[in-house]
């Protein structure tokens, strides 16, 4: 084995940063999957990962920088019978860890798929460690379906909503509190089928706008919800109760003697879930005429009309 810090081409005062992004790098370009041609991409691919099993951990790398072990990740002493305790003790190389941290990192940028990079090529890419190539087998698990899910205000309100996944499976979900138009929640074990087990069902959220509900016509802003409330004009003129609805209820509320149009009463608490908390209904009074003419009051305003002028 060379030098890690020569193998990964960076300095001795490197840090993980660095080192980390300088295998990303040589693992991109040296995976056997893109090298098929080349049979000494692999050998490199194996050897940016030993490398980086010594040099990206840190311990080992304290213990490299000391002396104690080598490149290969051996104690010192024992290089020349490759890694093997020659008086029996079977020591290996040092940690045991094998090459989980470059496995990691090799899963992020290929997924599984890296895991069988040596198929064809001689097993494991990365020297032949049965347990590893054990995990390499691993059958692909089954694609992932793609669902999209229109959210009412009141499911919203409940903070769950039913996703249909096949003609005979419907599931019920948790919608976040703070939940936006286009986020995807993904359900693990609810995709296609596969010979490594079910994919994962990705399902991308619409958030309704409104909804007519008793009657009455909600609008989402944010968390909050406006509803135009209609109101007598006696009750306007001298104050009174008027009745709110709400998504599952309704609720009786003081009307200020002299109210206009427009004028808004904030019901807290009774809106939609938020990152912060609930947020508030925001009734509108709509101050209506009588349905029949009424005469007095025609009388009345005309009175003080005359009695102005």
Same mark, same amino acid.
């Given at each position: 084995?060379?030098?890690?810090?020569?193998? =990964?081409?960076?300095?001795?005062?490197?840090?993980?940063?660095?080192?980390?992004?300088?295998?990303?790098?040589?693992?991109?370009?040296?995976?056997?999957?893109?090298?098929?041609?080349?049979?000494?991409?692999?050998?490199?691919?194996?050897?940016?990962? %030993?490398?980086?099993?010594?040099?990206?951990?840190?311990?080992?790398?304290?213990?490299?920088?000391?002396?104690?072990?080598?490149? +290969?990740?051996?104690?010192?002493?024992? @290089?020349?019978?490759?890694? +093997?305790?020659?008086?029996?003790?079977?020591?290996?190389?040092?940690?045991?860890?094998?090459?989980?941290?470059?496995?990691?990192?090799?899963?992020?940028?290929?997924?599984?798929?890296?895991?069988?990079?040596?198929?064809?090529?001689?097993?494991?890419?990365?020297?032949?460690?049965?347990?590893?190539?054990?995990?390499?087998?691993?059958?692909?698990?089954?694609?992932?379906? %793609?669902?999209?899910?229109?959210?009412?205000?009141?499911?919203?309100? %409940?903070?769950?909503?039913?996703?249909?996944?096949?003609? +005979?499976?419907?599931?019920?979900? /948790?919608?976040?509190?703070?939940?936006?138009?286009?986020? /995807?929640?993904?359900?693990?074990? %609810?995709?296609?089928?596969?010979?490594?087990?079910?994919?994962?069902?990705?399902?991308?959220?619409?958030?309704?706008?409104?909804?007519?509900?008793?009657?009455?016509?909600? /609008?989402?802003?944010?968390?909050?919800?406006?509803?135009?409330?209609?109101?007598?004009?006696?009750?306007?003129?001298?104050?009174?109760?008027?009745?709110?609805?709400? =998504?599952?209820?309704?609720?009786?509320?003081?009307?200020?003697?002299?109210?206009?149009?427009? /004028?808004?009463?904030?019901?807290?608490?009774?809106?939609?879930?938020?990152?912060?908390?609930?947020?508030?209904?925001?009734?509108?009074?709509?101050?209506?005429?009588?349905?029949?003419?009424? @005469?007095?009051?025609?009388?009345?305003?005309?009175?003080?009309?005359?009695?102005?002028?």
């Amino acid at each position: 084995m060379r030098d890690p810090y020569q193998v =990964l081409g960076v300095a001795k005062s490197a840090d993980e940063k660095e080192i980390k992004s300088a295998f990303r790098k040589l693992a991109k370009k040296y995976h056997p999957d893109q090298n098929s041609g080349d049979p000494k991409a692999k050998e490199k691919f194996a050897e940016a990962g %030993q490398a980086y099993e010594i040099i990206g951990d840190k311990d080992k790398r304290r213990r490299f920088d000391a002396g104690e072990i080598g490149p +290969d990740g051996a104690e010192r002493g024992f @290089e020349g019978f490759g890694g +093997d305790n020659p008086f029996g003790g079977g020591r290996g190389p040092a940690g045991g860890g094998g090459f989980s941290g470059a496995e990691d990192i090799l899963s992020q940028m290929f997924g599984g798929g890296f895991r069988s990079a040596g198929g064809g090529m001689g097993g494991d890419p990365f020297g032949g460690d049965p347990r590893r190539q054990a995990r390499q087998a691993r059958p692909p698990k089954g694609a992932d379906r %793609q669902v999209n899910l229109t959210v009412s205000l009141q499911q919203l309100s %409940q903070g769950k909503a039913p996703v249909r996944l096949g003609p +005979d499976r419907t599931v019920n979900i /948790t919608i976040p509190k703070d939940a936006s138009d286009g986020q /995807t929640i993904r359900l693990k074990g %609810q995709g296609g089928e596969g010979p490594g087990g079910r994919g994962d069902a990705l399902v991308t959220l619409t958030l309704a706008q409104s909804a007519v509900i008793d009657g009455a016509r909600f /609008t989402r802003e944010g968390s909050n919800l406006r509803v135009h409330v209609p109101v007598p004009l006696k009750t306007a003129v001298l104050g009174g109760k008027a009745r709110v609805p709400l =998504l599952k209820s309704a609720v009786s509320l003081n009307v200020p003697a002299w109210s206009t149009s427009g /004028t808004i009463l904030r019901v807290r608490g009774k809106g939609l879930p938020g990152a912060d908390g609930s947020g508030d209904v925001l009734a509108v009074l709509a101050i209506e005429l009588p349905e029949e003419k009424d @005469e007095a009051l025609i009388a009345l305003l005309t009175g003080k009309a005359e009695h102005a002028a």
